[in-house]
């Protein structure tokens, strides 16, 4: 099974920087994702990583550790629109679906 | 038209009615899946089906069941809706190397009264 940890809410201030934790314990591994979903529409995807490291996209970076179960996500000069939930998923060894953690919601103040 | 539609956006119901709800892709992706959302709770899995003939019940399979009518089509029924159903639903499509993640459908709210 998959144990996935995020926190529940996070408060940051326009143009600053927030950095978004996810812990995960799992049986078996083979990539996590990262996905931003505003309130009451769909998620949609922003990072995948695979390998241990910083992966970098636009204003919006995540890395991962396999070692340590640790992911985060980095998001830079915040803007208010960044007002969203931010869902990460581990994608177990083939033949699996993705299991999702609960979820942080940001919020951008001005 | 979006990659993958859901039919309903909106539904209430009465429990112990029967209802489903559909779920079609363009994507041509072989493997869909059916999520529900609740307040505090994330997105958990319902069914999975990674080919047509591929059906796998998820971790909170109880009280649903689904059809694979076609690789475009993943449906998801309730067979006697009950008010602990309330919530957003979710399908998503992914290729089979499930590395660029999941496409979502739109979602449909359903509230069991």
Redesign the interface.
Known sequence: GQNIDQP?EMTATEGAIVQINCTYQTSGF??L?W?QQHA??????LS?N?LDGLEEKGRFSSFLSRSKGYSYLLLKELQMKDSASY?C?V?PN??Y???????TSLLVTP | DADVTQTPRNRITKTGKRIMLECSQTKGHDRMYWYRQDPGLGLRLIYYSFDVKDINKGEISDGYSVSRQAQAKFSLSLESAIPNQTALYFCATSDSTGVAGYTFGSGTRLTVV
Do not use: C, M
């Open positions: 529940t083979n990539g994702f996905y009451g529409e769909a998620p949609t995807f995948y695979v869902l998923a994608k083939s033949g679906a993705l299991n999702f953690g609960k979820g």
